[in-house]
């Protein structure tokens, strides 16, 4: 979860975040990507190799080298057992090790954000119509005592929910993904409603 927010709203990320460590500059920058974001996706709980990832991002095999690379030199992607192929070749998958999950991204620079909500963009437009489950767009007037309880509280349920999920692997169920942003408007945002 990533929150645009100010000084003070770091440290009350840091604390809600509980055990979430902070990513080193290497780690930011290979999430700050909505194809590397969406080689995550894919790999969650599919071993997929470079051709396999490039068939379902449509782009190119060397493409899908290059970012995969990116990501397993992070450590958000590892080698999975070589295989054999259809046609016989050998083949090196990746699956991701869930290390995005357990990182906190700061909120200091916007493009990790930027690059999620493209990520899931890109998601929706493949995902065609009938594929949202639930969508909502809001404003509210929290004071930081509030703002913490909410961010507390969203995050123990998505922990809940993705440690629930990742112990059942329910893979005959509907995989759902989501991307929820909290962010600070700006003042030209509450000028035009005035």
Known sequence: ?????????RATVQ??????TPAAAAQ???????????????????????????????C????????????????????????????GALEKPH?????????????EDPEPTLAMVDAVRAELADSGPGSVASSSR???????????????RIQEILDEYTATDNARRAEDQPRLGGLLVLHRLTDADRAERT
Request: glycine share 6%; net charge neutral; charged share 25%.
């Open 28 to 58: 930011a920058k290979a999430l700050a990507s909505p194809i590397r974001l969406r080689i995550l996706r894919l790999c969650l709980h599919d071993a997929l190799t470079n051709q396999q990832l490039a068939d379902r991002l449509g």
């Open 95 to 107: 699956r991701s090790t869930g290390l995005s999950w357990t990182l906190d991204l700061g909120t």
């Open 60 to 87: 190119d095999p060397s493409t899908a080298h290059y970012h995969a690379r990116i990501l397993l030199d992070a450590g958000f992607l590892e080698r999975t057992e070589p295989r054999r192929g259809p046609n």
């Open 1 to 9: 979860m990533i929150v645009q927010a100010t000084a003070r709203d």
């Open 15 to 20: 604390e809600v975040t509980g055990d979430r």
């Open 138 to 152: 809001f404003v509210l007037h929290l004071d930081d005592a509030r703002l913490d309880e909410l961010l507390r």
